[in-house]
Nanobody
């Protein structure tokens, strides 16, 4: 079974930056679409960003211009660079790998933006 492990979550001040990483246990990134989702307490999980196997990226309107998703297929790793962080970005961030009909999820990493 494929496992995804996120890292990089932390407590950061508003306006600060973080880079999240997601590493896969197997070499699947060459064919899977990768994504980051997030879920704040009391809220539903929402899609943050996606990147296809060809490197095409899309973002939620709430993070456009501030977040950047990237991938390194040789290292089986996907990244989320987060700049100009706001308190509204506070959530558990989850890594996702998708290629129909298969889908895998990481355990999540906590991001807290507070002064």
């Amino acid at each position: 079974q494929v496992q995804l492990v996120e890292s990089g979550g932390d407590l950061v001040q508003p306006g600060g930056s973080l880079r999240l990483s997601c590493a896969a246990s197997e070499n699947i990134f060459s064919t899977y679409t990768m994504a980051w989702h997030r879920q704040a307490p009391g809220n539903q999980r929402e899609l943050v960003a996606t990147i296809t196997s060809g490197g095409n990226a899309n973002y939620a309107d709430t993070v456009k211009g501030r977040f950047t998703i990237s991938r390194d297929n040789a290292k089986n790793t996907v990244y989320l660079q987060m700049d100009s962080l706001k308190p509204e970005d506070t959530a558990v961030y989850y890594c996702n790998a998708y290629r129909a009909p298969k889908e895998y999820w990481g355990q999540g990493t906590q991001v807290t933006v507070s002064s």
